[in-house]
Every structure is written in C-alpha cells, then in structure tokens.
C-alpha cells in the first residue's frame, strides 16, 4: 500500500485518509493551475508591455470588460461551491462516528495521554487498537485544552476541560503511528507525543488480556471486587449504605433472603449472586424493574469470582 | 486649477481644517454616531454572554434574578429617562441662546445621574454584605442550582461597565456645563451638547436594555 | 528639472523644536511618528522571529529553554499584530498620505490623531513590561483556560491590546468621517483613490471589530484578577466562549491588515503601468464586501473546537465566499497591466512580489476553508505559512511598496534605485524560502508552537531558517539605504512618478497646510488615457 505518503502528504494509514488526499490534491492541483494562470498573465503582460525610453505616453482606456468580469467572477464561485461541498461531506464522514465502533476514552492531561478501554484497562501514551475496526474516541481534558492529531488518519480535535469531543478513526494497516498534541498547552506541548499502536485482532486481544490479567493479578479478590464495583459501574444502580436506587443495595444483601417478583424467595449465596450478575433477568427482586444488562461477555472469571467476594464482604 | 477660498468668514470655534461651520458639525455628529456604535459593540460582547448563560441555565438566571430589587431597578430607570428628558431640555434652550436655563437643565441632569449613582450604590453594597459576588469571591447559599456566580459576574459586569459610563457621562456634561456658563456655547456652535447629549440617550438606552433582562425577565 | 534644495515652508522643517513635533495636530508629523514607532515594533517582533527561527533550526534545544521558546514565539505574534501590522498601513501611510489624497488640509479630528499616537505608546508600553515582568507564554491568541491560569505576565499583555484598541478605533473613526466630510470640491466617491476605499473598508471593520476584543481583555483580565469565571471550567464557565469572543474580532482583524495593502496595490499597479485601473468598481465594492463577510467568518479558526457540524458548515461556506472578492481583485490587477506602460521601478517590484505572494496566501486559505482537509491541516505549520503569505507576503510587502512609492514625497528626497530592487529581491527570495517549506512540513504533520519536534521535519526547518537570514539582511540594508537618503537622497520635485492623484500635486515634503490653495478635481485618480504628466 501507500506507506510513503506522498511530498506533500504524510501516508495515508485511515480508511478516510485517501478521501481527505483526494480534496488536498484536487484543490491542489486547481491552485497551481490559476497560480500559474496568473503569474503567467502577469509576467507576459510586464514583459511585452514593459517602458521603453523615457517617453510618457498615454494608455488605451480599459475599464471593464464584462464578459472577462462575469467569467473571473462566475468561475472561481463554481469551483469553491465544488469544494465546499466535497470539504463538508468529508468532514461528516470524519465527525460521524459509526455505530459499531470500539470504545476508548481519551484524557489528555499536561502533558500526557491516558487511553481507558471499556475493559478496565488504562494505557498513558500508548494507544493499542486493532486493525480494521473503527474506533471511537471519547476525550476529555483534565486541565486545559489539548487537540488529539494523528497525521497518518488524518484526524485532529479538540479536547477540553468542560465537555466531550469525539473522533474516530479505522487503521487500515499493522504499524506505529505518531500522535501529538496540536493545541498550545505549555511548556512541555512539544513533548506531549504519544503512539497509536495498531495490531492485528489477535495480537489486541491478547495484549488485552494481558493487561487486563495484569490488572487484578496479585490483588487480593476482594480488593479486585471493590475496583471493578467502581470500573464497571455498578455504583450508578447498587449502593454500598443500603439506598435504594435502580437495584437493590449490596450492603447486608449476602446471607438475607430475597424475594422475587415471582413471589418466589431464596437465601442470597455465592450462586445466586453469580447468576445475577451474568443472567440478570433469571431472578428479578420484587419492587424492581429487570433493567440490568447481562455481564456475561464483559466480566471474566476471575472478576465475578471477585465481586461476590466483595459484595459477601459488606456486612449488615 | 481653481481656488475655493472660505477664510472670508471665521469665526473662533471653527478649526482652521474645515471649511464652514457645517462641515464641522456635520463631521462632528457623523464622528460620534460611529463612537456610539463601537459603544453598542462593546456592551454587545456581554449581551452575548447573558444569552449564552442564560440558554445554558435558565433555572439559574430565574432563581437568582430573584435577589435583585425591581423597585429600586424601577426608580432608577425612571431617575435614568427623566435625566435624558432634560438634556434634551439643555440642548433646545442652548438652541435658543436661553443659557442660564439651559444651564438649570444640565446641572438637573447630574443631580439625576448622581442619584442614579446613590441607589446602584446601596444595591451594590447590599450583595456584598450579602456575598453575592462575581466568581471566586461568591459566598452566598440561598440560591438553588449549580454556579449561581455566573449570574451575579454577568451583572456585575453589564451594570459595573454601565456605572463607568454614567460617571464618564457625569464628566462630560460637566464640561458643556462649563463652556456653557463661559457662554462658549450658543445658537450658532453647541455641536459639544449636542454630542454629549446623544451619548447620554445612549447611557440611557443601555440601561432600559440592562433593566428587564437583569431585574424584570424571571 | 528638480530643485536645489527642499522646499520652504515643509512640514518637517517648519514649526522646530522637539516640542512642536509632540503635541503636533498635524497628520503628516502624527504619520511620521506612527512609522517611527511601529517600525521600532517591526524591528523588535523581526528579532523575535530570527530567534525563533535559530531555535528551531535543530529538533533539540539550541539556545533557549523550552519556556522562553513560548515565550518568544507569542511576543513576536504579540507585538507583529497589535503593535506592528495592525496599525501599520493605515495609522502610518494613511495618516500620512489620506489627508492629501482626499485634497484635505487635515484629518477631521486632528487632537484625537494625537491622542491616538499617545494612546498607541502607552499601550506600548505595557506590552514591553510584559516582556521583561515574565513574558507572556499563551500564544497571541491568549486561549483560556491556559492564559487564565498560566504564571506569566497575561495581564499586562491583555491591557496592552485593550488599550491599542482604542487607538485603533480612534483611527478608523478619524478616517471614515475625514473621507465623508473632507473630500476636496469635484471629488466624488467614483473620483476617489483605491486606497481611499480601502482604508474607508478598513475603518468600518476597527470601529466594528476592536470594541469586541476590548470586553474580551477586560474578561481575561477580570477573570485572573478576581476569578470572575466567565471562561473557567471549573466555575461553571465555557473556554470556548473565549474563542468566539477572540475570533469575532481577530478574524475582521485580518482584513484590517490586508485591505489596506490591497489599496497600495492599487495605487502601485495603476502609477507604474501609467494604466487606467481595471474595473474601478469591482474592486472598490469588493473591499466593502470583504469587510462584511468578515464579520460572518470567524468560526472557521474554530472547526476541530468542538462546535456543531451545522455552525462549522456555515463558517466554511462563508469563508468561500469572502474568497471571491479577494480572487476579483487580483483579477482586476492582472488585467490592469495590459496595455500598460510599466516600469520596473523598486514600488513596482514589490507590487509584483504581491500579486505572486498573495496568490499563494489566497489560494492556500481554500485548503484550509475545506472542512475535510482544515481538520488535518488547522494548527499546523500550513496555518503558519498561509497566514505569512497573506500577512507577510502581501501586507507587509505592500507596505514596503508604500514606503518605497511615497518615500520621496514624504521625504522629498529619493533612495538608491539600485539597492531598493536589490533589496526588494532578497526579500522576496528570503521570504519565499523561509515559509514555502513550511507548507509542506505542515501537510506532513508538524503542529505549530512546536519547541522540538520529530527528526524528519528537520530538512525543512533548515530551509526556513536560511530563508530567514535572507529576509534579514534584505531588512538590514533597505534599513541603512532609507535612513542613508533622508539626508543625502537626491531631491525631487513634486511628482517624481508621473502619477495623477491628488498627493502628487503638492511640493515634497507638503507645506504644513498641505496644499497652498484647495484644489478641486477635475479627473478620476487613473485616467492616465487622457493626462500625461512628467516625472518631475
């Protein structure tokens, strides 16, 4: 493929890159062509028409044209209106981010990046994607403004202090790619460079297994419980002080008895709260609505084994 | 090449760039038309940010426009629209060479402006002794919702700059007041009162503006 | 054919004493003390570009740290805009020369002239103490919430523009109302110079415009000093609001740098191809229609800030829009030169440089007007060079054309020939090697405000350094030949160029009346078809 880029490009590593080359060069080319047009004009005119001696004379009178005035008028407006409409297209298929696209969450910070992928996993300066699949960003600023640029995905936004911004990009080949920082942000804003990694979709899963094994290996179950209840969001329907929010709290709940919306009841164990968490809808606690979302594909064993664990430590 | 000579006619007040009387005043009035509208651009900046704010959190700008007193807003439109009535009193009497009364008028009009200074003066010192302050210096907790500083730096700043200009104002008419009492001013040259005088109105306007979206709009 | 010496009564000569030049009401001497000062400015942002230049001649440290790089790159963009190009060709040249052209014995409010030179130093002034008090670091555009929080000399700086501000609307006010009121008998709006138009363009856009960016110093500073939180995230305020603000003038702000060089041009193309200007009214209106757009444009600095897909396909339409006036004029110019008489003349080599300079500035801003290819290219050195090209190559040449084309009438005496073309190619050569490599690092990639940057970009960094020695020494000799011909310069008549305007007309230097008798006009500025007039 395209890895060199081209003079004035750098390569072209996005899905969308080629699109954005493409309006580059055809303004490109439009340019030289009236540049050329106009110091071709102008050189021919000043030459061919040059002083001669220093005799004044007098010049024919031409003060308009029309046809010539309708022609420079008209034709430039055609070709921007052409451009105009391709920029704005390209721009909605670069700010339109699709559906199915993986998530991270961008921090930029003075003066590093901070990647969080729904996993858990947190990476600071290095991003690891896989290849072929889009990817949605999600940033924010911890301080004060920073721009996330890519130049080989052809990619740049703003990211701020008080709301979101979003990006996205697919990677079209395995490689390593320069990210910088494009908003002045002091003192170190030079430094503020980070890599995408792009990798095939094995070598990302397991680079995220890894991390995520890494994550909790050595940290006691409980412990591990406590930060997944956090990561994962359980705090926005289950409190720890015996609230009731969307779900019922987890304080105390191990070792009661519940009862179902069925009218069945069951002592609250090790099972039941596994089954809970992977096939909510099994058992549902009366006064609730069956809400939760199945965590079957987004918990692996170790982490379920940690959040009974964590839910058994909190006592009445 | 013709030679267009004026100086036949030259009275004092014409300066010696201009060629008649007219010319001067009609480039005076033009000069501080387009005053008038850098002054409308500056105080726009800020109408923008109350629209912006208050189209982020109108809850907010409700409940805190609660905290300002309509009556005393009221009185001083009321002290504001008076005093634009007798500048232009000052003017049409100076018109007529009436400068004594004229005088009465403008010496009015800064009593009025002076009592318009008083009463923002008792409700600026009210919200501090409140803590109802700009920004970082906001202490008050009476009102409900998220950053209620917002609101009081947007008044501060709309009525704070308004308050500049109302003493700019005070010593401007001050000098008319002056060249009038030197009789400087009279039926043939009062171009200076005339221009103070539309500023005025402009002072005046800003605040009929500033009246409703900071007290009355709830 | 020329006179033994200067003559007598000038404004220069007559009245003496450093008195009568500081509390002068005289538009010639008040012209004469702008160019004093914003070419002390020039000289001084001119230094900090050579630095930045040295410092980025190595991706690593050369000779400064990476705090005094910011800080250098954003007191030369500082001190270029606000103190050098801004009031540049209108508070020096116009002052100078507007007056004459419009057959007037002064501006309409020759005190408040004064008072905006005096306005424009003490502004100045607090510009330099930012310098030496920590200089600021934020970049000329001051972004929150990095200036609200930044430990340097922000203040300071933010009351300098504050205060330069009112001396520009002081300008632009002065200027509108002189060109309404003040025009000589016979000189209609269709008789009056390009120039004139364009400085009357400029005008509506400083009276406009600089109100805007006055509230938005006062909320900076009003922010730092007493945590107004207007622009705080943390208060509940928006930075981006900021943006807005700042753009919403400094966009209008770019025509007033540009318009007026425009004017030049006119004057410059016209006098030295002895031509009847092509299409008087295209680009007359065009500059008034430049100027309203402009106030419609400023979103486009803002497309990758986070603002709606709908607001940024509206600023982008626009933007290309306000392009086809500026592609007329040139147009215009091109045209213009047919059927000429042209001389090649050191004002001419500069008005040629401009046609060449500002189609690379033009044509490159509809890159950058492109949505799809301004995400890629916003903050980069494309930006650098394109806003160089524009204000660089076709301000600040214009108004070296200027100076070069009004010299003797402002002086009376004439340059070296020979050195002033010499010069005017070294500029154009330092200045064409120094930023065309800048458009291709940008396309590659290299973001700006950059202290040390990745090693491939170091090719071209080469290039532009050297670029920028060039555009020193052009800067150094056409120093030492203008300040050499204010006193040995060989003397001139009253029209040493054979041009038909009205500033032509009077002795060089002017009497301190401008004109012994007021002249009436009887022809347009360009009818070179019909009058022949000597070189005298």
């Known amino acids: 493929m395209n890895n060199q880029g081209t003079f004035m490009m750098p390569p072209a590593e996005s899905t969308l890159a080629h699109e954005v080359d493409a309006l580059y060069y055809f303004i490109y080319y439009v340019s030289l062509f009236f540049f050329v047009l106009i110091v071709a004009c102008s050189l021919y005119f000043v030459l061919r028409f040059r002083r001669k001696g220093k005799q004044v004379e007098r010049t024919p009178d031409i003060s308009h044209n029309t046809f010539l005035e309708i022609l420079w008028t008209v034709v430039p407006t055609v070709i921007l209106a052409i451009i105009f409409v391709w920029g704005f297209r390209g721009y909605l298929k670069l700010t339109i981010v699709p559906k199915d696209a993986l998530q991270i969450k961008v921090t930029g910070q003075r003066w590093f990046w901070s990647f969080d992928y729904p996993e858990g996993v947190n990476s600071l300066n290095d991003m690891v994607v896989p290849v072929g699949k889009p990817i949605a960003l999600l940033m924010s600023s911890q301080d004060v403004i920073h721009s996330f640029f890519v130049p080989a995905f052809r990619i740049k936004q703003d990211v701020l202090p008080n709301r979101y911004t979003q990006a996205w990009f697919e990677a079209k080949n395995v490689g390593e790619y320069d990210l910088l920082c494009a908003e002045f942000c002091g003192t170190q804003h030079s430094s503020m460079l980070g890599k995408v990694r792009v990798v095939s979709t094995q070598d990302y899963n397991r680079w995220l297994e890894e991390a995520v094994g890494s994550l909790g290996a050595g940290m006691p179950l409980k412990d591990l419980g406590e930060k997944l209840y956090t990561s994962k969001q359980c705090f926005t329907c289950h409190s720890l002080d015996g609230t009731k929010i969307q779900g019922p709290s987890f304080k105390g709940r191990f070792g009661s008895e519940a009862v179902f919306t069925d009218g069945s009841k069951r002592t609250v164990d090790e099972n039941y709260l596994r089954e809970s968490i992977l096939n909510p809808q099994a058992k549902v606690v009366a006064g609730y609505l069956p809400v939760m979302p199945t965590y079957q594909s987004l918990l692996k064993e170790r982490e379920v084994d940690a959040l009974v664990e964590f839910i058994k430590s909190l006592k009445p | 090449m013709a030679t267009t000579s004026t100086h036949s006619a030259h009275p004092d007040y014409l300066q010696h760039h201009f060629s008649d009387p007219q010319q001067q005043q009609e480039a005076a009035k033009l000069g501080m038309w387009i005053f008038l509208l850098t002054e409308v651009l500056l105080f726009g900046g800020l109408f923008c940010a109350y629209v912006i704010y208050r189209s982020w959190d109108p809850q907010l700008f409700i409940n805190a426009n609660k905290e300002l007193s309509v009556p005393l807003g009221a009185l001083n439109t009321i002290v504001l629209i008076t005093s634009s009535v007798t500048m232009a009193l000052a003017i049409r009497c100076v018109q007529l060479n009436k400068s004594k009364q004229s005088a009465a008028y403008l010496i009015a009009t800064l009593a009025f402006a002076a009592v318009f200074l008083v009463v923002k003066y008792f409700e600026y010192s009210h919200k501090i002794h409140l803590g109802q302050l700009p920004g970082q210096f906001y202490t008050y907790t009476g009102i409900e919702g998220n950053n209620p500083h917002i609101f009081f730096s947007v008044y501060f700043m709309m009525t704070g700059l308004h308050g500049l200009h109302v003493l700019g104002g005070m010593g401007a008419i001050g000098w008319v007041l002056w060249k009038t009492v030197k009789r400087q001013l009279h039926s043939e040259y009062y171009t200076p009162m005339e221009n103070v005088g539309l500023y005025w109105h402009l002072v005046d306007m800003i605040w009929i503006f500033l009246f409703p979206l900071l007290y009355l709009i709830g | ?536």
């Open chain 3, 1 to 536: 054919m020329y006179d033994k010496a200067l003559p007598q009564p000038n404004y220069l000569s007559e009245p003496k004493g450093l008195k009568s030049w500081l509390l002068t009401t005289d538009h010639k001497r008040i012209g004469l003390m702008y160019f004093a000062a914003i070419m002390g400015a020039f000289i001084l942002g001119g230094i900090f570009a050579m630095l930045i230049r040295i410092e980025l001649i190595s991706p690593s440290k050369v000779m400064m740290g990476a705090d005094a790089y910011n800080q250098v790159f954003t007191l030369h963009g500082a001190i270029m805009i606000f103190l050098f190009i801004i009031p540049s060709i209108p508070a020096a040249l116009g002052n100078l020369i507007l007056p004459l052209m419009l057959g007037a014995k002064d501006v309409a409010f020759p005190r408040l002239n004064l008072c905006s030179w005096y306005i424009y130093v003490f502004g100045a002034l607090f510009a330099v103490y930012s310098m030496f008090a920590n200089a600021v670091d934020t970049g000329w555009t001051f972004y929150t919430p990095y200036s609200s929080e930044t430990g340097t000399a922000v203040i300071s700086m933010a009351l300098a523009v504050f205060i330069l501000g009112f001396s520009s609307i002081f300008t632009g006010l002065n200027f509108i109302v002189t060109i309404h009121k003040l025009r000589a008998p016979g000189l209609t709006w269709y008789k009056l110079p390009l120039f004139v138009w364009a400085i009357y363009a400029t005008g509506i856009l400083q009276v406009m415009a600089t109100p805007v960016i006055g509230i938005t110093m006062v909320l900076l500073v009003l922010e730092r000093v007493a945590g107004i939180g207007i622009f705080d995230p943390a208060m509940g305020g928006d930075p981006v609001l900021f943006q807005h603000f700042f753009w919403f003038y400094s966009h209008p702000a770019v025509y007033i740098m540009i318009l007026p060089g425009m004017g030049i041009i006119s004057e410059l193309i016209t006098a030295f191809s002895r031509k009847k200007i092509f299409g008087y009214k295209a680009i007359a209106y065009s500059s008034l229609a430049i100027a309203f757009i402009s106030f419609l444009v400023w979103g486009h600095h803002m497309f990758v800030s986070g603002q709606s897909r709908f607001a940024a396909m509206i600023f982008s339409f626009l933007t290309f829009f306000v392009a086809v006036p500026s592609a007329i004029k040139v147009f215009n110019w091109m045209a213009t030169l047919y059927k000429g008489s042209i001389s090649f003349a050191t004002p001419m080599l500069y008005a040629l440089s401009f046609l060449f300079l500002f189609a690379i500035g033009g044509l490159t801003g509809v890159f950058l007007g492109a949505l799809a290819v301004d995400v890629h290219l916003h903050d980069t050195y494309f930006v650098v060079a394109h806003f160089h090209y524009v204000m660089m190559g076709g301000t600040v040449v214009a108004l070296l054309g200027g100076i070069h084309y009004w010299w003797p009438k402002v002086f009376g005496r004439m340059y070296s020939e020979v050195w002033g073309k010499v010069c005017a190619a070294l500029v154009f050569i330092g200045f064409n090697v120094t930023f065309l490599p800048q458009f291709v690092m940008g396309s590659q990639g290299m973001p700006r405000r950059y202290y040390t940057y990745p090693e491939q970009y170091q090719a071209m960094h080469l290039f532009s350094t050297i670029g920028s020695w060039i555009l020193g020494v052009g800067f150094l000799i056409m120093t030492i030949y203008l300040l050499h011909s204010v006193f040995k310069g060989r003397i001139v008549g009253k029209n040493p160029w054979g041009a038909l305007t009205l500033e032509w007309e009077t002795t060089s230097p002017p009497s301190p009346h401008n004109f012994e008798a007021t002249p009436e006009v009887t022809h347009g500025p360009y009818d070179y078809d019909k009058i022949v007039v000597e070189p005298t």
